[in-house]
């Protein structure tokens, strides 16, 4: 993987993220990890993170803008808090960030190496030189500002950076990983992500071998021959860069239909209603918990065990937990902290042995898998959202500059509806009843009855 693989163009934005979704997020990019490390191990997070596209969909399922480059700095801050407490006993550590914080990567990785033993030099070394190829040997226009360096106690590491061109209002992002890098200088990167604009310098280019061998020569051989060779070179073209997989952002803020294949929503609606009764009436009896929340499960299991060519339409993610500009709809704080709730303790109890509750989530993302081929119907995209945006109080829906409905710590709420399209299915909330009935948690409050999302009739 050591290569570039794919390109996509991200509008620029600005603003901060706000406290009650920064915290939020946090904790949802330490449980995500975690069950990531679990199943797949440490290497598997750093490929992860090296991926344009599951980079993009983890920051969207996690409330951010969908489309935005804020994505970027939100995904690489959240998980430096949220990993900050258990990166020792997690094996991961993230260093760096943006501005301020990007220049004390140095500092922060000869910190790690006198806590772990890893080699800082070596990691230093490499943190410079990426630096250096994006800034200076890939000349792109666009201006580094955000430098994030994420390194397992096993010395495997993967950069994400992204430099911005003020002008065009355009966000590039440049991903790279250690596992399988030959050459600093020569095809490093994992994947560069920004927008297409026309032939650009890139001396990281396979290529482009001979034209850095050349410049060394020149350096070494003095200046007339230099200014012979840009003489004879001045009308010759430069190299033409390589056809890429280029994921294309657009400008609007709003999520459409035509941004998301929406089978694979409606699949995912499908497997939340079949495994929901089945898996977490008896596995997660969490007081509170309910169609909506397992319908944003589902949308997590996909981020923690979906292969990469399942984010190739990374708004679709958004539909879990919205987003904080109010797109596609306000982040349902209720079901946010439902959610967070299931994967922690999900997750502590696969630490300790029991890996039931995770296996069920798991369960999720592979029955939307099987179903995404299957004949299915359900609501179209804009009901989706209209119900979603019609419930957001009862969701304890939040965007940035607006507060939807009641959601200060402690307040009343209503019970959520059913998410659209759903219908009542009697056996199976017969069954959940009764289960509710007889499973209390340690406080001696009943667990609430599981509503089932379902799908209208195709």
Same mark, same amino acid.
């Not at 934005?13 to 990019?29: E, K, N, Q, T």
């Not at 700095?73 to 020792?88: D, E, F, M, Q």
């Not at 002008?167 to 050459?183: C, T």
């Given at each position: 993987?050591?290569?570039?693989?794919?390109?996509?163009?991200?509008?620029?934005? =600005?603003?901060?993220?706000?406290?009650?979704?920064?915290?939020?997020?946090?904790?949802?990019?330490?449980?995500?990890?975690?069950?990531?490390?679990?199943?797949?191990?440490?290497?598997?997070?750093?490929?992860?993170?090296?991926?344009?596209?599951?980079? !993009?969909?983890?920051?969207?399922?996690?409330?951010?803008?969908?489309?935005?480059?804020?994505?970027?700095?939100?995904?690489?801050?959240?998980?430096?808090?949220?990993?900050?407490?258990?990166?020792?006993?997690?094996?991961?550590?993230?260093?760096?960030?943006?501005? @301020?914080?990007?220049?004390?990567?140095?500092?922060?990785?000869?910190?790690?190496?006198?806590?772990?033993?890893?080699?800082?030099?070596?990691?230093?070394?490499?943190?410079?030189?990426?630096?250096?190829?994006?800034?200076?040997a890939l000349q792109d226009?666009? !201006?580094?500002?955000?430098?994030?360096?994420? +390194?397992?106690?096993?010395?495997?590491?993967?950069?994400? &950076? !992204?430099?911005?061109?003020?002008?065009?209002?355009?966000?590039?992002?440049?991903?790279?990983?250690?596992?399988?890098?030959?050459?600093?200088?020569?095809?490093?990167?994992?994947?560069?992500?920004?927008?297409?604009?026309?032939?650009?310098?890139?001396?990281?280019?396979?290529?482009a071998e001979a034209s850095?061998?050349?410049?060394?020569?020149?350096? &070494?051989?003095?200046?007339?021959?230099?200014?012979?060779?840009?003489?004879?070179?001045?009308?010759?073209?430069?190299?033409?860069?390589?056809?890429?997989?280029?994921l294309q952002l657009p400008?609007?803020?709003?999520?459409?239909?035509?941004?998301?294949?929406?089978?694979?929503?409606?699949?995912?609606?499908?497997?939340?209603?079949?495994?929901?009764?089945?898996?977490?009436?008896?596995?997660?009896?969490?007081?509170?918990?309910?169609?909506?929340?397992?319908?944003?499960?589902?949308?997590?299991?996909?981020?923690?065990?979906?292969?990469?060519?399942?984010?190739?339409?990374?708004?679709?993610?958004?539909?879990?937990?919205?987003?904080?500009?109010?797109?596609?709809?306000?982040?349902?704080?209720?079901?946010?902290?439902?959610?967070?709730?299931?994967? @922690?303790?999900? +997750?502590?109890?696969?630490?300790?042995?029991?890996?039931?509750?995770?296996?069920?989530?798991?369960?999720?993302?592979?029955?939307?898998?099987?179903?995404?081929?299957?004949?299915?119907?359900?609501?179209?995209?804009?009901?989706?959202?209209?119900?979603?945006?019609?419930?957001?109080?009862?969701? =304890?829906?939040?965007?940035?500059?607006?507060?939807?409905?009641?959601?200060?710590?402690?307040?009343?709420?209503?019970?959520?509806?059913?998410?659209?399209?759903? @219908?009542?299915?009697?056996?199976?909330?017969?069954?959940? !009843?009764?289960?509710?009935?007889? =499973?209390?948690?340690?406080?001696? &409050?009943?667990?609430? &009855?599981?509503?089932?999302? =379902?799908?209208?009739?195709?």
């Amino acid at each position: 993987m050591g290569r570039r693989s794919g390109s996509a163009d991200l509008p620029l934005h =600005g603003g901060r993220v706000p406290h009650w979704l920064g915290s939020r997020m946090a904790r949802m990019g330490r449980v995500v990890s975690e069950a990531i490390v679990h199943h797949y191990g440490r290497d598997e997070l750093l490929r992860r993170l090296a991926h344009p596209f599951w980079f !993009q969909s983890f920051g969207a399922v996690m409330g951010m803008d969908w489309h935005s480059s804020g994505i970027t700095t939100s995904v690489i801050g959240a998980l430096k808090r949220g990993l900050a407490p258990v990166s020792h006993e997690l094996g991961v550590h993230v260093c760096g960030g943006r501005g @301020r914080h990007s220049r004390k990567t140095p500092a922060e990785l000869r910190a790690l190496g006198e806590a772990t033993g890893l080699d800082a030099d070596s990691l230093c070394h490499a943190s410079r030189l990426v630096a250096k190829v994006d800034s200076a040997a890939l000349q792109d226009h666009f !201006q580094l500002y955000l430098h994030g360096f994420v +390194v397992s106690e096993s010395g495997e590491w993967v950069v994400v &950076q !992204q430099g911005m061109n003020t002008d065009r209002r355009q966000a590039r992002r440049y991903h790279w990983l250690s596992e399988g890098l030959e050459s600093f200088v020569e095809a490093p990167h994992s994947a560069i992500e920004g927008p297409h604009q026309g032939e650009i310098v890139n001396l990281t280019d396979r290529r482009a071998e001979a034209s850095r061998r050349g410049q060394l020569e020149l350096a &070494q051989e003095g200046p007339d021959r230099v200014v012979a060779t840009l003489r004879r070179l001045r009308e010759a073209p430069l190299p033409r860069p390589e056809a890429l997989p280029h994921l294309q952002l657009p400008a609007h803020h709003d999520l459409r239909a035509s941004d998301l294949l929406l089978r694979r929503l409606h699949a995912t609606l499908a497997a939340a209603a079949q495994r929901g009764p089945v898996d977490f009436a008896e596995l997660l009896l969490t007081p509170g918990l309910g169609a909506r929340s397992v319908l944003a499960l589902a949308t997590v299991s996909e981020v923690i065990h979906g292969a990469p060519c399942r984010f190739s339409d990374p708004g679709r993610f958004s539909t879990a937990l919205g987003g904080k500009d109010g797109h596609p709809f306000p982040v349902p704080l209720h079901v946010y902290d439902e959610t967070l709730a299931v994967l @922690r303790s999900a +997750v502590d109890r696969a630490r300790m042995g029991n890996d039931e509750r995770l296996a069920a989530i798991r369960e999720l993302d592979r029955q939307a898998r099987l179903l995404e081929g299957a004949s299915i119907g359900g609501p179209s995209f804009d009901e989706f959202v209209e119900s979603e945006r019609r419930h957001a109080a009862a969701y =304890g829906g939040m965007t940035v500059g607006t507060t939807v409905g009641t959601t200060m710590k402690g307040a009343s709420r209503p019970a959520p509806p059913d998410p659209p399209g759903s @219908r009542r299915r009697p056996d199976d909330t017969k069954n959940a !009843q009764d289960k509710n009935k007889k =499973g209390r948690d340690a406080s001696g &409050q009943v667990g609430s &009855q599981l509503s089932l999302p =379902g799908l209208t009739d195709p």
